[in-house]
């Protein structure tokens, strides 16, 4: 069974920055790629940021890209994103997924295990 633990998420002004993580277990980290996403108040949940199994491959949503950066460090099963720059638009929870089947690194039913959300708040 794999659980996916996100952590990081709070209260922040809007310019400053937060990094959030998502803990891995139950199986092999290292062998999947995983994604970010987010889901405001009364909106659908969407794409945030996109990593490879190895790392060497990231993607991000237009709306975050050059202040968000993915990363992951398969020794310790650990998933991350660093948010800088953050704005209030930004206020969202932020989950981390793992992508288990084909089909592109933005649809989210392409990934088959979700942490619970961390919450980010941005104030302006």
């Known amino acids: 069974q794999v659980q996916l633990v996100e952590s990081g998420g709070g209260l922040v002004q809007a310019g400053g920055s937060l990094r959030l993580s998502c803990a891995a277990s139950?199986?092999?980290?290292?062998?999947?790629?995983m994604g970010w996403f987010r889901q405001a108040p009364g909106k659908k949940r969407e794409f945030v940021a996109f990593?490879?199994?190895?790392?060497?491959?990231?993607y991000y949503a237009d709306s975050v890209k050059g202040r968000f950066t993915i990363s992951r460090d398969n020794a310790k099963n650990t998933l991350y994103l660093q948010m800088n720059n953050l704005k209030p638009e930004d206020t969202a929870v932020y989950y981390c997924?793992?992508?288990?089947?084909?089909?592109?690194?933005?649809?989210?039913?392409?990934?088959?295990?979700w942490g619970q959300g961390t919450q980010v708040t941005v104030s302006s």
């Open positions: 990593i490879s199994w190895s790392g060497g491959t990231t």
């Open positions: 997924a793992e992508k288990v089947v084909g089909g592109n690194y933005w649809y989210e039913h392409a990934y088959g295990y």
């Open positions: 139950g199986r092999t980290f290292s062998g999947f790629a």
